[in-house]
């Protein structure tokens, strides 16, 4: 909504007024939605799998901006932004009247397309059903951060976890990262991507036969 402010100057003895309207500015950007994205995709997206660094990666696995977190454990899987926000209502309703912060580490920007039942092979991809969220394993979904007790948070996130799809587990900050489903306790990344054993460049002796009786 605009704004009118008077401007006046003086002219020929006389002030001269006029209603200027301005437009209020805001230097804080337009909070987006975590269970939809901005925009429609331009081309149906394909079912695939979560994006992991080569080699395994970190990224997303610990706790970073708030105390408590619920981390994916048992398998990458697509979840849809419906199960998503039942897992959001529960923490919220759980904590109602309590003082704290959600974060959310994922947001669900990939369109899953269904055709209709009995429909042949061929016929495209189908039309449009609703939003989901590839999700990794290891991968932290909820963070919270308040003046909660460490149980409370523990129940809340017990809740979230039997609305959505797998297995999952309650972290604190400072809990060592993952790589894969493999816990960097006591074990570095570079130990990880070491090789297991060292291969041999040089060709390996026949063996002879054994004779059979």
Excluded at 23 to 51: I, M, T
Excluded at 157 to 172: M, Q, S
Excluded at 192 to 213: D, G, M
């Amino acid at each position: 909504m605009n704004s009118i402010f008077p401007q006046c100057w003086p002219r020929a003895g006389q002030i001269s007024c006029r209603q200027v309207a301005l437009r209020p500015f805001s230097s804080s950007s337009r909070q987006q939605s975590w269970l939809q994205p901005k925009r429609q995709e331009a081309r149906p997206s394909r079912k695939g799998r979560p994006r992991v660094g080569t080699g395994g990666s970190t990224r997303g696995t610990t706790v970073a901006w708030g105390d408590y977190g619920l981390r994916l454990k048992d398998h990458h899987r697509r979840i849809s932004a419906a199960q998503l926000k039942n897992g959001e209502d529960v923490i919220r309703r759980r904590l109602r009247g309590m003082v704290f912060r959600l974060y959310t580490r994922i947001s669900a920007n990939i369109g899953v397309y269904t055709s209709g039942n009995e429909v042949r092979m061929g016929k495209g991809k189908g039309s449009f059903d609703y939003w989901a969220a590839r999700v990794p394993v290891s991968r932290i979904i909820f963070e919270l951060k308040g003046d909660l007790h460490e149980q409370v948070a523990r129940d809340a996130f017990r809740l979230a976890g039997n609305k959505l799809p797998g297995v999952y587990e309650f972290v604190k900050k400072g809990d060592p990262a993952v790589m894969g489903i493999t816990k960097l306790e006591g074990v570095t990344e570079e130990e990880l991507r070491r090789p297991r054993r060292k291969v041999s460049l040089e060709p390996t002796p026949p063996q002879p036969l054994s004779a059979t009786t």
